[in-house]
């Protein structure tokens, strides 16, 4: 389970130099939004270093409680000139640890946004998987991703991050 929190901090958390965001994350999707895919109550506002022990930057980031997991969307400027593909390569080093571990990794582009969809191996039960949709919007890194022990389809969490992209 540590490992996947860590997974899910480099997966949302990739940029080494992000400014915070002005507008507050947690505004930028509705209780509707959320219900979609079965986040309940309000946004939990919060924010995460993207340095190993706490110093550096910060990255603002909004979190919603699921039976089995949460969600977590992060909106914060993206470093001058990158793209989502480039953010993509840094993340395709976590995937290839963990598919070195046995767990299923699928990818798919809708457009602008990226999705992927990890799963832990079958035999690990503990282990919830992680859903992760991407694209980077007007100037801004917008990730929407989940820990659930139910797999969330990639096409059920993308509609998420162009919801929050039009808000910004």
């Known amino acids: 389970m540590r490992k996947l929190t860590v997974l899910c901090a480099a997966l949302i958390f990739v940029a080494s130099n992000v400014r915070a965001q002005s507008k507050p994350v947690c505004s930028l999707l509705s209780d509707s939004d959320v219900s979609t895919i079965g986040a309940t109550g309000p946004g939990i506002p919060g924010e995460m270093s993207m340095t190993t022990g706490g110093k550096g930057p910060t990255m603002k980031m909004c979190s919603w409680r699921m039976k089995s997991g949460g969600l977590h969307l992060s909106a914060n ?30 990818k798919k582009d809708f457009g602008n946004v990226s999705c992927t969809l990890l799963t832990p191996p079958a ?29 969330i389809a990639m096409e059920n969490l993308k509609p998420l991050v162009d919801a929050a992209s039009g808000r910004l």
């Open 77 to 106: 400027p993206a470093p001058p000139g990158t793209s989502r593909q480039a953010i993509e390569a840094e993340l395709t080093k976590t995937y290839q640890l963990l598919t070195s571990k046995g767990w299923k990794q699928e």
């Open 123 to 151: 035999g690990d039960k503990k282990s919830p998987a992680n859903t992760s949709c991407l694209a980077v919007v007007k100037g801004m890194m917008v990730n929407a991703d989940t820990i659930n022990m139910t797999p």
